[in-house]
């Protein structure tokens, strides 16, 4: 899956951007120009997994209060599988990945170990919202098929072909170390 476009608003260094990519694309610059910030936005989109652990304060611009959000469109399109309780699964076409964060304005009560962040990350269908609440798909029976965001997230669906990402941060010799220790 080649991606054809990143959109970033409020993320560390970057107030708004929308970046093209192409057959190949090349991101250079001086140091403090916002390289690693791509590079680390585009990771956090397509790997959710313990994504709340790594969200700091310092993520958002400029340590505003703005929510992050990060989307990610692909050349080709992708289907997704969604739990139906009525039939097996539900399969829904795909072009999009969107990552939305926000600071928590509190902890919630009784809860002292909650997170400081509200992260919403999810597949975006091809087809638009059928009405304010999500979208709807027909069954192969007829019958109609209601959902919403929740349902196209990271946890409640499933990727139908595999999408990895693999990442090292500035912090490579962590990797590189693991790495030989591993051969």
């Given at each position: 899956?080649?991606?054809?476009?990143?959109y970033?608003?409020?993320?560390?260094?970057?107030?708004?951007?929308?970046?093209?990519?192409?057959?190949?694309t090349?991101?250079?610059?001086?140091?403090g120009t916002?390289?690693?910030?791509?590079?680390?936005?585009?990771?956090?989109?397509?790997?959710?997994?313990?994504?709340?652990?790594?969200?700091?304060p310092?993520?958002?611009?400029?340590?505003?209060?703005?929510?992050?959000?990060?989307?990610?469109?692909?050349?080709?399109?992708?289907?997704i599988?969604?739990?139906?309780?009525?039939?097996?699964?539900?399969?829904?076409?795909?072009?999009?990945?969107?990552?939305?964060?926000?600071?928590?304005?509190?902890?919630?009560?009784?809860?002292?170990?909650?997170?400081?962040f509200?992260?919403?990350?999810?597949?975006?269908?091809?087809?638009?919202?059928?009405?304010?609440?999500?979208?709807?798909?027909?069954?192969?029976?007829?019958?109609?098929?209601?959902?919403?965001?929740?349902?196209?997230?990271?946890?409640?669906?499933?990727?139908?072909?595999?999408?990895?990402?693999?990442?090292?941060?500035?912090s490579?010799?962590?990797?590189?170390?693991e790495?030989?220790?591993?051969?």
């Amino acid at each position: 899956m080649k991606i054809e476009n990143i959109y970033i608003k409020n993320f560390r260094s970057i107030k708004e951007t929308n970046i093209s990519f192409k057959n190949l694309t090349m991101i250079i610059g001086n140091n403090g120009t916002g390289k690693t910030s791509i590079l680390e936005a585009l990771n956090y989109a397509l790997s959710p997994s313990f994504l709340s652990g790594k969200i700091e304060p310092s993520d958002f611009y400029n340590g505003t209060n703005e929510n992050i959000i990060i989307e990610i469109e692909f050349f080709n399109t992708f289907e997704i599988e969604i739990p139906d309780f009525y039939s097996n699964k539900q399969k829904v076409k795909c072009k999009k990945i969107h990552l939305e964060i926000k600071k928590r304005e509190r902890a919630a009560p009784n809860k002292s170990f909650s997170d400081g962040f509200v992260i919403s990350n999810y597949y975006v269908p091809v087809e638009p919202k059928t009405n304010e609440k999500g979208w709807t798909i027909k069954r192969q029976n007829g019958s109609n098929f209601s959902f919403s965001e929740l349902q196209l997230s990271f946890n409640h669906s499933e990727l139908v072909e595999g999408l990895r990402c693999f990442y090292f941060n500035k912090s490579r010799n962590i990797q590189i170390k693991e790495v030989i220790i591993l051969h």
